[in-house]
Structures are given as C-alpha cells and as structure tokens.
C-alpha cells in the first residue's frame, strides 16, 4: 500500500536518483537534462516542501509543493520508472490538491517541459487546464491549472 510522508534527510539521495531515473529518458528530447534532475532534494527537505511515496519501505515517488500568489505550486513530481501505471503520481497529485485546500488554495498550478508529450495529456486527464506556453529558465515550459472544489 502507497503512503505520503513528509520526506527525511534519509529520502535526499534515494529522490535525486529518483528524478534521474524518472527524468532521464527526457533528456535526448529536450537536449539537456530536465530541470528536476538537478533539483536541490536536501533543500526541498530542509524547508519541509517535499513528500515522498514509500511503498513497502521503498520510496516510490517524490512531491515538491510551494506556496505562493494565493496558489499552491506543484513544482515537481517524479515516480519511479518501476511503480509508473500503478496509481502513484495520481495518489501523489489528489495529495497535492488536499494540500492545497488545507493551506486555503482554490488552485493548484503546474508546469511541464513542451518535449514531455505524455505528461500534456495526463495532465489534462487529471483535470489541469492548460493555461500558456512560455520560455522560463532556458525550457520551453507548458503552464496548468486546477481549480479546487472546496474540501
């Protein structure tokens, strides 16, 4: 059974391998390795922005979440490539909405890279509404948003 935790100092290394492993297969298309890749874990840890999925012990899924501009941010979510089509990162996303919610957010934003195709439909799947496209730190980013239904 999945479980949301916040992450420990114990979850820094195991989630940038994470995100290497999740990412990785992305780089080749955009040309350079995706901006989660070389994400500061210890400092998502440190501030407490970051959770983990764990299943049986082992952490199957990272969830980095911010505050800001009266929205809550989901800056980043990776599964590992091994857990991926089990529910994870959907486990993972209803999280973030319930965080949202819990903070008074009416919102939940996101952003992908344009090159990460099958993230625009699952996204979208999942009720995010794509709202720009822009270029923002060098990648082509696709903006989302979600609007909540109070709890």
């Given at each position: 059974?999945?479980t949301i935790?916040?992450a420990?100092?114990?979850?820094?290394d195991?989630s940038?391998?994470?995100?290497?492993?999740?990412y990785?297969?992305?780089?080749a298309?955009?040309?350079?390795?995706p901006?989660?890749v070389?994400?500061d874990?210890?400092?998502?840890?440190?501030?407490?922005?970051?959770?983990?999925a764990?299943?049986?012990?082992?952490v199957?899924?990272?969830?980095?979440?911010?505050d800001?501009?009266?929205r809550?941010?989901?800056?980043?979510?990776?599964v590992?490539?091994s857990?991926q089509g089990?529910?994870?990162?959907?486990?993972?996303?209803?999280?973030?909405e319930?965080e949202?919610?819990r903070?008074?957010?009416d919102?939940?934003?996101?952003?992908?890279n344009?090159a990460?195709?099958?993230?625009l439909?699952?996204?979208?799947?999942?009720?995010?509404v794509?709202?720009?496209?822009?270029?923002q730190?060098g990648?082509?980013?696709?903006?989302?948003?979600?609007?909540?239904?109070p709890?």
């Amino acid at each position: 059974m999945v479980t949301i935790r916040p992450a420990a100092q114990d979850d820094v290394d195991v989630s940038a391998e994470l995100a290497r492993q999740a990412y990785g297969h992305y780089t080749a298309r955009i040309g350079r390795p995706p901006a989660p890749v070389g994400a500061d874990y210890a400092a998502a840890m440190r501030e407490a922005t970051m959770w983990v999925a764990e299943d049986d012990g082992r952490v199957v899924g990272l969830l980095v979440l911010l505050d800001g501009d009266g929205r809550l941010l989901l800056d980043n979510v990776a599964v590992d490539p091994s857990a991926q089509g089990r529910g994870v990162g959907a486990r993972l996303l209803a999280f973030a909405e319930d965080e949202a919610r819990r903070r008074g957010h009416d919102r939940i934003e996101l952003y992908t890279n344009e090159a990460m195709t099958e993230n625009l439909g699952y996204y979208s799947h999942q009720g995010y509404v794509e709202t720009r496209r822009a270029e923002q730190d060098g990648y082509r980013r696709v903006f989302f948003t979600k609007r909540l239904a109070p709890a």
